[in-house]
């Protein structure tokens, strides 16, 4: 069964503090993995699609990276403006079509 | 850029009254999706189309029916609507399967 797991669950940082998200997976046979950004009362807005190990994307303070287990969204210098849930999903050749969701992660910027 | 738009934004209901959630996109995208997004569930698929003429059952489709009207439009019909369905609803659509989906700003929905 293909699954998800994003962690932390929750992320504090100060603004400039850099950090990483993490988002575990198990596929059977990978066809994409893909960041979503979502704000409050929004729905999720896409940031990046990833489809081998080794690949990177990257935007603005955003770095998203993939190996065969996991991928990473690098946060660089962090702003307030970068508060929100990212979230992470999962497209497998067994489930054409679907989408397989982790619970995300709420990352909170003090300036 | 309208993109995703869906209709109506929030709902109250009562147990065994239904509704048609609606939804339209103007990208000229072939795929279409219903999410329904819980606290501690994360966002889980109910049903999809993977183009016009088309619908496919995803993680939850109990208790819900959906239509492919034309290639815009995608609508979601609740029954008889029970509490458990309590949630806010999402649609996306995508150029074709596999392709990052965008999606609305949501449904929120409550059933007493």
């Known amino acids: 069964e293909d699954q998800v797991t994003q962690s932390p669950e929750a992320l504090r940082l100060q603004e400039g503090e850099s950090s990483s998200l993490n988002c575990s997976y198990t596929v059977s046979g990978l066809r994409g993995l893909f960041w979503y950004r979502q704000d409050p009362g929004k729905g999720p807005e896409f940031l990046f699609t990833?489809?081998?190990a080794g690949e990177e994307k990257e935007k603005e303070r955003l770095k998203a990276t993939l190996t065969k287990k996991e991928s990473f969204l690098h946060i660089t210098a962090p702003k307030p403006e970068d508060s929100a849930t990212y979230l992470c999903a999962v497209q497998g050749s067994s489930n054409t079509g679907k989408l397989i969701f982790g619970q995300g992660t709420t990352l909170q910027v003090k300036p | 850029n309208a993109g995703v738009t869906q209709t109506p934004k929030f709902q109250v209901l009562k147990t065994g009254q239904s509704m048609t959630l609606q939804c339209a996109q103007d990208?000229?995208?072939?795929?279409m999706y219903w999410y329904r997004q819980d606290p501690g569930m994360g966002l889980r698929l109910i049903y999809y189309s993977a183009s016009e003429g088309t619908t496919d059952k995803g993680e939850v489709p109990n208790g819900y029916n959906v239509s492919r009207l034309n290639k815009r439009e995608f609508s979601l019909r609740l029954e008889s609507a029970a509490p458990s369905q309590t949630s806010v609803y999402f649609c996306a659509s995508s150029e074709t399967v596999g392709r990052p989906q965008h999606f609305g700003d949501g449904t929120r929905l409550s059933i007493l």
């Open positions: 990833l489809y081998s």
């Open positions: 990208m000229n995208h072939n795929s």
